[in-house]
């Protein structure tokens, strides 16, 4: 058993006493009420799931196992010459909740680099697919195709204890993240760059490999890393992460939770935002004639486009009450490496004067920039020039985050997810409309 399966199993038979002792002397104890507004509006903000791989902070953005993103950055190891840590690091916190030692990073990679051999069908598989086909339909596909190499299912139907499911389940989530940087440079290979050949390369750790992959040169394999890493959970209530949940829940190995999750990720109001709102920025450029505005300008663009009842792509959040951590990562690594960039100077320049103008406006609780204002752009400057694509990089980084989630589900025996629905009738009764 390796380093990190090992401490993994330790920190797992600590923690079933918890739950145990919770469903048993405090079961029946309320800590939700639901309003009827919740109940038609998505259940957002109901508390009806758990997870301890990461919070959403309104004042701190995200935290993994604790850990603010700033945090997360600064503390992880990091490859020899890179300001950003390995993702391999990142799979090692979520899963122990402990910051790895350099040792126990190469621990992990050398073991990642060992799973990362797609079998030959799912080239085939791939290589099946009309070059007009998205994307995100053909890592989804990939993906199911695997299916079947489940550990888990194999065991599963020779008969295993319980108290053992997330074993198997952890062999199949560790092959499967090691294999989706291959899928997605393959991918993104056919259908953009028609390289051939594109091999791996087995001395890199995750986002350096991915970025050799492409063909895109330092510091890209840096942007990989980060991408991953602030892409790589959200809790457990947003579309992608509660998609593969959910399909855990019934006991469907990772490969039918993760297509799934992809497919959850592929819609226009969960994934896509980034590509839109790189979409826009270029749309301003063209309107304000492909040159940098002034300071004056861009504030007249923004307070007609308000007039007009549209809105500032990027810009707020649903449950953030400051400027997205994940937004100023990336904005800091843009200051240092493509500050000259024209397109990030008018990311610059709308940081600076959206938000007191949404103040002014009253249009937003939080007027602060996203996680999406930034990403594309980065992606722009550095070839990634395909809209398509961007949401399978968050494919890649939000799987580590769903599958280390669904290894913990297993290990602590969470049943089948089963919220009741009721009927419009029953809930106006409910209201004393009838």
Known sequence: MNTLKSTLFDKIEAHRPRIKKLL????????????????????????????????????????????????????????????????????????????????????????????RQLPKYVYEVIDAFPNNSHPMVILSAAVMSMQRESIFNLKYQRGMDKRDYWDPTFEDAFSLISKLPVIGAYIYNKLYTKHENVYQDPTLDFGGNFASMLGIDKPYDDVSRMYFIIHADHESGNVSAHAGHLISSSLSDVYYSISGMINGL?????????????????????????????????????????????????????????????????????????????????????????????????????????VDAQSGVIQWHYGLTQYDFYTVLFSIGRSIGVMSNIIWARALGFPIERPKSITTDMLEEMVGIK
């Not at 309003?35 to 259940?43: A, L, N, R, S, Y």
């Open 24 to 115: 048993d002397q405090y079961g029946d104890k309320v800590i939700n009420e639901v309003t009827v507004k919740q109940v038609i509006g998505g259940m957002r903000g109901i508390k009806s799931l758990i997870t301890d791989i990461s919070y959403l902070d309104p004042y701190e953005g995200i935290r993994y196992r604790g850990y603010t993103l700033p945090e997360v950055i600064q503390k992880l190891p990091k490859p020899q010459g890179s300001k950003m840590p390995s993702v391999e690091g990142l799979f090692y916190l979520l899963l122990t909740g402990d910051i790895p030692t350099e040792n126990q990073v190469a621990d992990v990679i050398y073991d990642s680099v060992n799973r």
């Open 266 to 370: 592929a819609g226009p109001l969960h994934g896509l935002a980034n590509q839109e709102v790189l979409r826009w920025i270029q749309e301003i450029r063209s309107r304000l004639g492909n040159k940098v505005p002034s300071e004056s300008d861009m504030k007249k663009f923004v307070n007609d486009t308000l007039k007009s009842g549209q809105v500032i792509p990027g810009f707020g959040h649903a449950v953030l009450r400051k400027t997205d951590p994940r937004y100023t990562i990336q904005r800091e690594f843009s200051l240092e490496n493509l500050a000259e960039d024209e397109l990030f100077k008018y990311v610059d320049m709308l940081y600076k004067v959206v938000p007191p103008i949404l103040q002014e406006h009253g249009k937003a609780k939080n007027p602060w920039p996203n």
